[in-house]
C-alpha cells in the first residue's frame, strides 16, 4: 500500500475556472497524513525537480498527478515512486457541460465540476493508496528456443535463432529436413530485382542447420507435450528412439502445410486420370525428372471445385444431414480432447497467390524447353506487390500463354485433355487441348489437422478458435501478427498464412525476435504484448478459493492450470496481465499488486453520490477498457464534444476484469446506472485480450438477471461497443444512457 | 562504444522494428521526418479486412513506447549524414524547429483565433489547415506544430505573446552514435499529375484513394461522410479505377499490393452509408492474395456492385461536376463510355526514397526501393523494400529487428 502519497496539480493543464487552492485543501483536509504533500504547480513538466525532491525529503511512496491525461505527457514522469494519474484536463474540464447541456460559462467553475473534480482527485488517491509495486514473477529464462518444423521457415528460423545467441531443437516429422522445398524445383523470387526465378539452394540451408553445434535436430519427430511457461517450458518430443524432455524458453511454429485432399479437386477431373495431377505433385516429378508432357495447362480459376463443394454442402444440408458434433462430456467426466478437421474447400481459395506465383515458377521452368508449350488460365492473376516484376517476364516469355478465362470443364479426350475455356481475353472461348493439366495445390496448415504443439494446459491441448482462422495458427490482429493465444509460441511460414518463399524467410525472423523478447521478457518477470513490460501478475489467496475453476476456463491465453481437487495454478509466464481471472473470481481472490477488486471497489465508493436525485441529478459509473475507450474518451474531450457531468468513468484494463461485485458496490452506493465501454467482440473481435469484451456481455447477463430478482431494472447497466475512432458518437452514447437512467428515476436503493 | 539501433521512419514498420528491438533490451532512435509517429496508417480510416480502426494499433504501439525509456524519437527530423560502417557509425539528425513546448499544451483556443492557413497535407489538399496544429486527435507525440510561414502578420503578433510558443526557436543538428540501422522510409502515394489519362488531378471530383480515406474518416474534412468535394453532396454512382499507375511501366512497373484490398474496403464504406449508391470497380486482376479473398467475397455480393476486367484509358470532366470514364471492357472487347458522380482512383504506393538522394549508403532499385544494404549493417523494413499491407509491414520490421539486434549484439 501507498502509505504517503504527494498530490501535484497542474495549474496549466487544468482549467476550467477550477480553485486549485481549494481543491488541494479539500485534499489536505480529507486525507491528512496519507498526503503529506499537496501542491498546486505552475505547471507540472516543469516540476519534476520538485517532485524528485518531495520523493526523497518525504519518503513519497507515491504521487498523484492531477492535470492532463496520462496518455498526453505519461511518459515524461518516470520517477522512483509509483505514479498515478488524474485526468482533470480531457476528461473532466474539457468535457464538461452543464446537466442542461449548456457550455460552462466563464469564470468560476461551476458547482458539478468542482464536485467532479473533487470526486475524480479522491479516486485517484484511493487507487495509488490500494495499489503497490508489483514484485516479479521472474524465472531462469532458459535461452534455448524449440522450432517445431524443419521445412523453409524452421530451418530459417533454427538459423537465425542461433545466430542470436540461442540454442535450437528443431523437431521435423519427416525424415529428412526440407519440407515441402524439397520438392519445388526452383524458388519463386527471393531478392531484388524479384524477375526471376530463383535456386533454393535448399541443401545449403539444411547444411547450415545440421552442421551448426548449437542446433539439435530431431528427424521423425513429433511433439508429445508442451507444458509449464514461458522462459521454462518442458517439451517432450517423441522421436527416434523414445521420447526425450528438453526444457526451451520459446517456441517457434513452423509446421507448414499439407496439401489439400484430392476429393476436393475431383470435380475438375483429379484422380480420374493422370493426365491430370496438382502443382505439388508436378514440382515433384520436375525435380524427379519425370515430366514429358510438351502442351500443358495450368489452371488457376477453380470456380468447378468451389462450386461442387457448395452444391454438396447444400445438399447435405438439404437431406438433414446432421453437422458433425464434438463429443459432449458427460457429467462428472473429464472431457476428452478431439480434434475437429477444419481442412475444407476454402483452403484452396486462401492459396490463390501462393498458386499464382508458384505455377508462373513451374511454368517458366518448363517453357526452358522450347517444344514445351504452356498456357495458363485464370480467373484472377494473383501475383501482388512486387512480384508483378515476375510475371511481367513471363509475360514475355515464349511459350508460355496466359488468358484469363473461365474453365468450365476438363475432361480426357483420347490420349489427351481437353480444357474448356469461357470469356477469355481473345475474344472468344475455345477448348484447349493439352497432355497434363496442373491445378492448384490447396496448402491446408498442419494446424487444420491436429494439435501440433499438444499443450499439456488445462484449457486443452489446442490452440483455441481455431475455426475462426479455418485452422490457420494466426492472430487475428493486422498490426500484430504474431500474437498467438498462447503465449511463447509464434507461428510462421504457411502454419499462419500461406506464403510464397521470401516472406516465410521475413516470417521466420519476425518469430524469432518474438520468441527470443518472450525469453527475455519472462527472465525479468515481465509481461509480453500488449501490456509489454508490466510487471504485476495474479495473486491468489487460495484460502479462500471454492475451486469453481471460471478463472481457469475464461482465461482467454489458457494461463491456468489446476490440480486434482481444482485449485488454479497461476503460471504467470503465460498471462497477459488482462484481470479476466479476477474479472470471473466470485471469491474475489485474485489480485494485482497495482490492480485489484478492492482497489477499484474503494475507487466506486469514494464517489460522492447525492441522495436527492431530482434536485442533485444521478450519478453514472462508466467502467471504461483502457485500450480504446478510454482513448476515444481522451479524444472527445480534445475535440469538445463533452458529456453530463453526472458520469464518472474509471479505466480498466480490460472489460474482462470487470468483476460483478463493482456493479454490487456501485448499486449499494446508490449509483443510478452503470455504463460498460468496451470493444467489438465477435468474429471479427477487436478487443486487446481476444475474449474479455465478450465475457463481460456474458457476465452482464447474469447481473442484469440479479438485479431483476433485486427489482431494479436491469437496463441500469448496459455494455457498449465503443472503438477508438469512435471519439465524436461517444458523448451521445453517454448522454442517451444518462437520459434514459434520468427517465427511469432514482435507483430504488439509493440512500438505503 | 555505442550499441543503440537506429530506426529511420516512424511509421508502421520503423515503429514495429524500434518496439521490438527494444522489448528485447536494445537501446534504439527513431528518426521520423513528420511531426508525429505513425506513417501512413495514421492517414488511414479503416484496416482491411477487418475494418477496424488503425488508431487501434497505434495507440498499442504508443504505449509501448511511454513505457519504454529504451525507445528514443524525434520527429520533424531528416538523417543528414552518416560516417563510419557496420558495427559503429555515427549518424547525423537535422531537428527542425516546431515551435512548441516539449509537453502536451493545449493550444485548442489560440489555434482556432489565428487566421493564416495553408493547404492541409494529412488531407491530401482536402482542406485547410491553420498554422497552429495538430494533424489527428491521436497524434503522437501529442504537440501541436507551427508552422510559421503560414502565420499571418496579426497571428504573428499573437504567436510572439503567447506562452510555451517560441518563433524564434532555430533548427539544430545532433550526433547519435549506433551500431546498426533499420531503414524504413515507407511510401508515398504516387503523384496522380503524372496520370495525365486520368485526368492528372484537375477533374472535380476525382479523388485518390488515399483522399478516400481522409473523406471517411470520423477526423477528415467532412467528419467521415462521404460526399462529393465540388458540392458536398453524396455520390449516387462511383467508380474505381484500379492500378491507377500501378502495373504500368510507364509509371511504376510493379503491383502496389494493397489497392484492390483498399477499393474493396473503401466499396464497403460507401455501401454502409449509402446503400442505395451504385458502384463499379474497373481492374486488370482482383488481387486479394490469401484470406482476404473473404473481403472480395463479401463485397462481389452486394447487390450495387459490379466488377468490370478492363483498363480505363480516359478520366474527363464532364457536365454537372460529373466524371466521364472510357473503359475497354477486356471480356466482351467493349468500348464504354460512362458518367460517374465520383470517381476514385487506387493509386499506387511509390517509395519515399524513390527521386531522393539519401545520405545511407544504400542501393535503391530503378523504382526507389532498397535492393540491399545487409552487408554494412542496414536493414531494410516495410514498405520501402517493396509494396506491403499492413500485416506483412508488421512481419517485415520484426524481422529487420531481427537482424539489426544480430549485428549489434556480435559486438
Known amino acids: ?752 | 562504444m555505442s550499441k543503440a539501433i537506429l530506426v529511420v521512419g516512424g511509421g508502421f514498420a520503423g515503429l514495429t522494428a524500434a518496439i521490438e528491438a527494444a522489448e528485447l533490451g536494445h537501446d534504439v532512435y527513431i528518426v521520423e521526418k513528420s511531426p508525429w509517429l505513425g506513417g501512413r496508417v495514421a492517414q488511414l480510416n479503416k484496416y482491411f479486412p477487418k475494418l477496424c480502426p488503425p488508431s487501434c494499433g497505434l495507440e498499442i504501439q504508443f504505449q509501448r513506447i511511454r513505457k519504454n525509456p529504451r525507445v528514443k524519437f524525434f520527429t520533424m527530423a531528416d538523417v543528414v549524414g552518416l560516417a563510419g560502417s557496420k558495427g559503429s557509425y555515427t549518424v547525423r539528425v537535422r531537428l527542425r524547429s516546431r515551435h512548441t513546448a516539449p509537453h502536451a499544451v493545449d493550444f485548442n483556443l489560440l489555434a482556432s483565433s489565428l487566421v493564416g492557413e495553408a493547404d492541409n497535407e494529412f488531407d491530401f489538399g482536402l482542406s485547410k489547415r491553420g498554422a497552429l496544429y495538430k494533424s489527428m486527435p491521436f497524434a503522437f507525440p501529442d504537440r501541436y506544430v507551427l508552422d510559421t510561414p503560414t502565420l499571418s502578420k496579426t497571428d504573428a503578433t499573437q504567436a510572439e505573446r503567447a506562452k510555451f510558443l517560441d518563433l524564434s526557436e532555430q533548427p539544430r543538428e545532433i550526433e547519435l552514435d549506433v551500431a546498426s540501422i533499420v531503414v524504413a522510409t515507407g511510401w508515398k502515394p504516387y503523384d496522380v499529375t503524372r496520370l495525365t489519362n486520368l485526368g492528372a488531378g484537375k477533374v472535380k471530383n476525382c479523388v485518390s484513394n488515399m483522399q478516400m480515406e481522409r473523406l471517411a474518416s470520423p477526423a477528415g474534412p467532412t467528419g467521415g461522410r462521404i460526399v462529393r468535394p465540388s458540392d458536398g453532396r453524396t455520390p449516387h454512382s462511383v467508380a474505381f479505377v484500379q492500378c491507377a499507375g500501378s502495373r504500368d511501366q510507364n509509371h511504376l512497373n510493379y503491383c502496389s499490393y494493397i489497392c484492390c484490398m483498399a477499393s474493396l474496403k473503401q466499396c464497403l464504406y460507401i455501401a454502409e452509408q449509402n446503400p442505395d449508391a451504385e458502384i463499379t470497380v474497373y481492374y486488370i486482376d482482383l488481387r486479394a492474395p490469401g484470406r482476404y479473398v473473404n473481403v472480395l467475397e463479401k463485397v462481389q455480393a452486394l447487390p450495387n456492385v459490379c466488377f468490370v476486367k478492363g483498363k480505363v484509358a480516359d478520366v474527363v470532366q464532364a457536365g454537372d461536376d460529373k466524371v466521364t470514364l472510357t473503359v475497354e471492357d477486356a471480356v466482351r472487347g467493349e468500348k464504354l463510355t460512362l458518367h460517374y458522380d465520383l470517381v476514385v482512383l487506387a493509386t499506387g504506393m511509390q517509395p519515399s526514397l524513390a527521386g531522393e538522394n539519401p545520405p545511407l549508403p544504400l542501393p535503391l532499385d530503378e523504382d526507389g526501393f532498397i535492393a540491399g544494404g545487409e552487408e554494412a549493417g542496414i536493414f531494410a523494413a516495410g514498405c520501402a523494400r517493396m509494396p506491403l499491407d499492413v500485416t506483412r509491414t508488421a512481419q517485415s520490421g520484426t524481422a529487420a529487428a531481427l537482424k539489426a539486434v544480430q549485428t549489434v549484439k556480435g559486438r
Open chain 1, 1 to 752: 500500500m501507498a502509505g504517503k502519497i504527494g498530490v501535484y496539480f497542474d495549474q496549466q493543464n487544468i482549467g476550467g475556472g477550477l480553485d486549485l487552492e481549494a481543491l488541494a485543501a479539500q485534499t489536505r483536509e480529507k486525507w491528512g497524513d496519507v498526503t503529506p504533500v499537496v501542491r498546486v504547480v505552475p505547471l507540472l513538466a516543469d516540476s519534476l525537480d520538485v517532485i524528485a525532491g518531495d520523493i526523497a525529503a518525504q519518503s513519497l511512496n507515491g504521487v498523484l498527478l492531477c492535470g492532463s491525461s496520462p496518455r498526453a505527457d505519461g511518459d515524461l514522469y518516470r520517477l522512483s515512486a509509483q505514479v498515478g494519474h488524474v485526468n482533470l484536463r480531457e476528461q473532466c474540464v474539457l468535457s464538461y457541460k452543464n446537466a442542461d447541456g449548456s457550455a460552462p460559462a466563464c469564470g468560476d467553475a461551476p458547482e458539478l465540476l468542482t464536485l467532479l473534480a473533487r470526486d475524480y482527485v479522491n479516486m485517484g488517491v484511493v487507487r495509488l493508496q490500494k495499489s503497490e509495486n508489483p514484485d516479479s514473477a521472474a524465472v531462469t529464462g532458459v535461452k534455448r528456443i524449440l522450432v517445431i518444423g524443419g521445412g523453409w521457415t524452421g530451418l530459417t528460423a533454427a538459423t537465425e535463432g542461433a545466430a542470436c545467441g540461442y540454442e535450437v531443437v528443431l523437431v521435423e516429422k519427416a525424415g529428412r529436413l526440407g519440407g515441402a522445398a524439397n520438392d519445388i524445383p526452383v524458388g519463386s523470387p527471393l531478392e531484388s530485382p524479384w524477375t526471376d526465378k530463383q535456386p533454393t539452394n535448399i541443401a545449403d540451408k539444411i547444411k547450415a542447420v545440421t552442421g551448426n553445434s548449437n542446433i539439435r535436430v530431431y528427424l521423425n519427430a513429433r511433439m508429445e507435450k508442451l507444458e509449464g511457461q514461458p522462459g521454462e517450458f518442458t517439451a517432450s518430443i517423441a522421436a527416434d528412439g523414445g521420447s526425450v524432455s528438453v526444457e526451451v524458453g520459446a517456441v517457434v511454429l513452423a509446421s507448414g502445410w499439407t496439401a489439400l485432399d484430392d476429393k476436393y479437386l475431383a470435380p475438375m477431373g483429379l484422380g480420374k486420370c493422370p493426365k491430370i495431377t496438382t502443382a505439388a505433385r508436378f514440382g515433384k516429378q520436375l525435380v524427379d525428372g519425370e515430366v514429358t508432357a510438351r502442351r500443358i495447362a495450368f489452371v488457376l480459376d477453380t470456380t468447378m471445385a468451389e462450386e461442387a463443394a457448395q452444391n454438396s454442402m447444400r445438399d447435405a444440408v438439404l437431406q438433414g444431414q446432421p453437422e458433425p458434433v464434438a463429443a459432449q462430456a458427460k457429467e462428472g467426466e473429464e472431457k476428452v480432447f478431439i480434434k475437429e478437421d477444419l481442412e475444407n474447400i476454402r483452403h484452396l481459395a486462401y492459396s490463390n497467390a501462393v498458386n499464382s506465383v508458384g505455377m508462373l515458377r513451374l511454368a517458366n521452368s518448363v517453357a526452358a524447353n522450347e517444344a514445351t508449350q504452356v498456357f495458363i488460365l485464370y480467373k484472377n492473376m494473383t501475383v501482388p506487390g512486387i512480384f508483378e516484376r515476375f510475371y511481367k517476364k513471363m509475360q514475355e516469355h515464349l511459350g508460355i500463354m496466359m488468358t484469363k478465362a473461365d474453365v468450365t470443364g476438363i475432361a480426357e479426350v483420347g490420349d489427351h485433355v481437353v480444357v474448356e475455356c469461357k470469356n477469355t481475353l481473345l475474344g472468344m472461348d475455345f477448348d484447349l487441348d493439352v497432355d497434363l493439366v496442373v491445378l492448384p495445390t490447396g496448402l491446408v496448415p498442419t494446424t487444420a489437422k491436429e494439435a501440433v504443439v499438444e499443450f499439456a494446459y488445462r484449457q486443452g491441448p489446442d490452440f483455441p478458435d481455431m475455426e475462426l482462422f479455418d485452422g490457420f495458427a494466426d492472430s487475428n490482429y493486422i498490426c500484430f501478427p504474431y500474437e498467438t493465444r498462447r503465449t511463447g509460441v509464434y507461428a510462421a511460414g504457411c502454419v499462419r498464412q500461406p506464403q510464397t518463399l521470401d516472406a516465410c524467410e521475413e516470417d521466420a525472423r519476425g518469430a524469432v525476435l518474438k520468441a527470443a523478447q518472450c525469453i527475455d521478457s519472462a527472465s525479468r518477470g515481465v509481461a509480453v504484448h500488449p501490456r509489454s513490460g508490466d510487471a504485476s501478475y495474479p495473486v491468489f489467496n487460495f484460502v479462500r478459493c471454492t475451486q469453481c475453476k471460471r478463472c481457469t476456463e475464461e482465461c482467454p491465453f489458457g494461463a491456468l492450470d489446476d490440480d486434482e481437487k481444482g485449485t488454479p495454478k497461476p503460471n504467470p509466464g503465460r498471462c497477459r496481465r488482462c484481470g479476466t481471472c479476477f474479472g470471473a473470481c466470485p471469491e474475489r481472490v485474485i489480485s494485482f499488486a497495482d490492480y485489484n477488486i478492492d482497489q477499484i471497489g474503494s475507487m466506486i465508493r469514494e464517489v460522492v453520490v447525492p441522495k436527492d436525485f431530482k434536485k442533485e441529478g444521478p450519478r453514472i459509473l462508466i467502467l471504461a477498457c483502457e485500450n480504446d475507450a478510454y482513448p476515444a474518451l481522451d479524444m472527445a474531450g480534445m475535440r469538445r464534444k463533452a458529456w453530463s457531468p453526472y458520469v464518472r468513468i474509471i479505466p480498466v484494463r480490460c472489460l474482462g476484469s470487470v468483476n460483478a461485485i463493482w456493479v454490487s458496490d456501485a448499486m449499494s452506493k446508490g449509483f443510478d446506472g452503470v455504463m460498460l465501454l468496451g470493444c467489438k467482440y465477435g468474429g471479427d473481435y477487436q478487443c486487446h485480450f481476444v475474449k474479455g469484451s465478450e465475457i463481460c456481455s456474458k457476465r452482464k447477463e447474469n447481473i442484469a438477471e440479479t438485479l431483476n430478482r433485486l427489482g431494479v431494472q436491469p437496463e441500469r447497466v448496459e455494455q457498449f461497443e465503443v472503438a477508438i475512432d469512435g471519439y465524436d458518437a461517444i458523448s451521445d452514447l453517454i448522454d442517451g444512457f444518462v437520459g434514459r437512467i434520468i427517465e427511469m428515476g432514482p435507483n430504488p436503493f439509493k440512500g438505503m
